[in-house]
């Protein structure tokens, strides 16, 4: 299998997350989501290759001995706020395995290269946030490590085997997920099931059993977030997209008409977030199981649900979160926040040669949650900050 070494990176999703911070074990995905939103990424960045290794399910390996190399170093080394990712590392912020790419895939239970990663990070009793789809993999191995300071994010959008079949071509059955989370937790893994994409309306026929599922296997928790569609998406996009239609009850250029647009994705309107968001709120007192909303767009009632770490990740030991997000700040401000991580330098416009373009996250976020506030000392001072 083609090796290549991948850093962990601050995402772009810093301004709406307390957790902006990512790794990807494999390179490329076998569950081949219709939905996916890291499809037409893989391929950009894949586009001088060979057509085979454009594909979606062309797999390439991080490389865990460069990887292990790269936390020592970093472990043994002051701070550098222009290397966000090492300043995120030594303050103990939460890595997401899984961000862009499944860390479980069926090839993995052979080259074990996540597994080789993880052993990395047990070594530090680093705190990670495993998302996949795969959990069946993981399950073959997991008994290998007695205390991970792990949380796992299971993706599971539906218990209609017919419906994933079609949606998640490559990934395994409900019943094999749920059948592999009920391992996890009985074995003492904390298990958080992701309703991610939630694929309205027909979630409101399937939150009820669905969330009973999830308790009923051992999930401690789950959380939703609405499906997103990509304003500049290729037609082999549009293809994949429309074999959602039906769930949708609408096609897909109706639905980007009459959705609004949120940073570079349609995403269904504020009302309809609203109206499964509770629906799912209810359920979770219903069957005794925690709730979080993960959705990016917020409004004067997205607080609720059971906090701000809408990926589960309280349940880990000695982390810091990345505080100076909007729902962070919407919850109130915590105590394990990392204030090493607002001093981090970031290129707020890459392609252009302006110094200006470097700021630091505290600087950003600042003109973000605070306008009226920076809106006065620009004024004051004749500058903006």
Known sequence: METKFQL?????????CPIPYRIDTYWGCKANCVYCFSQDFIRRNRRYR??????????????????????????????????????????????????????????????????KMLQTLDEYDYPCALQTKFPNVLAKYHQDFNNPNWIIDVTLISLDENFVKIVEPGAPSPKLRLKAIERLAAAGKKVLCRIQPVI????????????????????????????????????????????????????????????NITGSDYEVYPEKTLEYSRLAHEFSYKHNIKYFRADNRFTNTSRFGDGCECCGTEVLRDYKIWGMNKRTHMWGHVKHESKHMEDVVINTFSYSTDKKRYKTLGEVMKKVLYPKQTSLLRQRKGQII
């Open 8 to 16: 962990p990176a601050i995402t772009t999703q810093y301004p709406v």
């Open 200 to 259: 309205y309306p027909k979630i409101m026929k399937d939150m009820d059993k669905l969330v009973k599922a999830f308790k009923d296997h051992g999930a401690w928790a789950f959380n939703t977030e609405s499906l997103k569609m990509r304003v500049l998406m290729t037609e082999e996009e549009k293809v994949k997209f429309r074999k959602l239609e039906p769930w949708l009850e609408a096609d897909i250029e109706s639905f980007r008409a009459k959705e």
């Open 50 to 115: 060979p057509e085979e290794q454009q594909s979606q399910s062309y797999l390439i390996a991080n490389d865990p001995d460069k990887f292990a190399q790269w936390c020592k170093a970093t472990t043994e080394a002051d701070y550098n706020y222009k290397r966000g990712q090492e300043v995120a590392f030594k303050e103990r912020v939460p890595m997401k395995i899984g961000g862009v790419s499944d860390p479980f895939p069926p090839i993995e239970s052979k080259k074990r290269v996540t597994y």
